[in-house]
């Protein structure tokens, strides 16, 4: 396959729908290779909103080739990894349940956990409340317990089935947060809730200045995530900017709570200043001098 005959350039702001051609300013171009093949890629930020995000857009088709090979939470990882990494999963696992405890969510309560590979972020719930999987992997679920459709929003996922649904490490992926939240908000009973966690990378386009993993296409700050989820019908309940991790690694992540309101609030311009980007920027290098402080004492 060649990747150059399955990409195409996204032509208007998926959070504004400003034109790009006329309101986005690249801040990143370079080369990654795809399947064997260089591929130029790029990296924009609309001038109206401050969305940043990559224009060249994949085709199902080449998402399936690319992703093809893809593992779940702990595999691939070298065994004297892997007390961390079940370190770091307890850790999100115990945000999830946080988050549902803060929330009212009582037990019996239908979770689907949307990309979640295995389901080793909410294998813990089983005991307590119905799991499913939405992936689009062939993996089979880590515990019996967990049921698994194939695909992020599958036709099998009834409207208003789940009180919660999860996102962990997804919608940076999406070419279209808009789309992915707006089947998240269809899946949700009213008042179900949505726990959303993303990497916090603007610092690779902005300041490193270079491409990141071809696999993030969006990068979100507090801002950018509260007006996806407000646009896509939500009631924001949180929305932190902390230390987090990811398989081995820790890094700076935003993590929102949302709720289903029965009627939408009415949508305001998306508008964000410079300064937005800014305050978001210099907030993980003060947690980081605070914590080390902290440390040291």
């Known amino acids: 396959m060649n990747p150059l005959d399955h990409i195409q350039l996204i032509p208007s702001c998926d959070l504004c729908g400003a034109d790009i051609a006329r309101h986005g300013a690249r801040v990143v171009a370079g080369q990654q290779v795809l399947l064997g093949v260089p591929i130029p890629l790029s990296v924009v930020v609309c001038r109206r909103c401050r969305f940043i995000f990559q224009p060249e857009r994949f085709s199902d088709v080449l998402l399936t080739a690319l992703y093809e090979n893809d593992t779940s939470f702990a595999y ?65 679920p880590i515990d019996p317990k967990i049921e698994k459709v194939l695909g992020l929003f599958s036709a099998d996922l009834d409207e208003g089935t789940f009180d919660v649904v999860v996102m962990n490490h997804v919608l940076e992926h999406a070419f279209s947060p808009t789309s992915l939240l707006a089947s998240a908000h269809n899946s949700l009973k009213d ?34 995530l509260r007006q996806f989820l407000k646009k896509s019908g939500f009631a924001v309940v949180r929305t932190v900017l902390e ?55």
């Open 76 to 140: 691939g990882e070298a065994e004297d990894q892997l007390p961390i990494i079940r370190s770091y999963l307890a850790e999100r696992q115990e945000v999830i349940s946080k988050a549902m405890l803060a929330n009212g969510i009582a037990a019996g309560a239908a979770v689907l956990d949307v990309g979640g590979g295995r389901g080793e972020c909410c294998q813990h719930l089983v005991q307590r409340h119905r799991v499913v999987i939405a992936d689009t992997t062939k993996f089979p």
């Open 191 to 224: 008042r179900g809730i949505l726990i959303v966690e993303v990497p916090f990378e603007l610092y690779t386009p902005l300041v490193a200045r270079h491409l990141g993993d071809w696999r993030h296409v969006a990068y979100f700050c507090r801002a950018t």
């Open 243 to 297: 230390e987090g991790c990811y398989s081995v690694r820790r890094l700076p992540v935003i993590r929102a709570v949302a709720s289903k309101m029965s009627t939408p609030a009415p949508r305001r311009p998306l508008r964000n200043s410079p300064l937005t980007l800014a305050v978001d920027m210099l907030a993980p290098t003060v947690l980081a001098y605070l914590f080390k402080r902290v440390v040291e004492r």
